[in-house]
């Protein structure tokens, strides 16, 4: 399986930016897909998850700024990212699997954000 994100960049503050992650495999056969985001010296954090049944987790600081969704025709999933904050600032991770930790991960893409 490969997961090939896309879309990171570097954007004002109060900017938007739209992650992409294309999957090799139908995103149905998963179990999960979601958004991780590392900063370096921190742990990978969970930032966004979307599952087979379109149910939807936000981590708290992301709610109401971000939003995860998925195209099934393109097997692609989607990281709306609004209201850019600098704290926002990290190597974004795509992933996919099932209930627990992911089984496949993507290359991550860097987004910065100034202020």
């Known amino acids: 399986v490969q997961l090939q994100a896309s879309g990171g960049g570097l954007v004002q503050a109060g900017g938007s930016l739209r992650l992409s992650c294309v999957s090799s495999?139908?995103?149905?056969?998963?179990?999960?897909m979601g958004w991780y985001r590392q900063v370096p010296g921190n742990e990978r954090e969970l930032v966004a998850r979307?599952?087979?049944?379109?149910?939807?987790y936000y981590e708290d600081s992301v709610k109401g700024r971000f939003t995860i969704s998925r195209d099934i025709t393109v097997d692609t999933v989607y990281l709306q990212m609004n209201n850019l904050k600098p704290e926002d600032t990290a190597v974004y991770y795509c992933?996919?699997?099932?209930?627990?930790?992911?089984?496949?991960w993507g290359e991550g893409t860097q987004v910065t954000v100034s202020s």
């Open positions: 495999r139908n995103i149905f056969t998963f179990n999960s």
């Open positions: 979307i599952n087979r049944g379109n149910i939807r």
């Open positions: 992933a996919a699997g099932g209930t627990g930790n992911p089984d496949y």
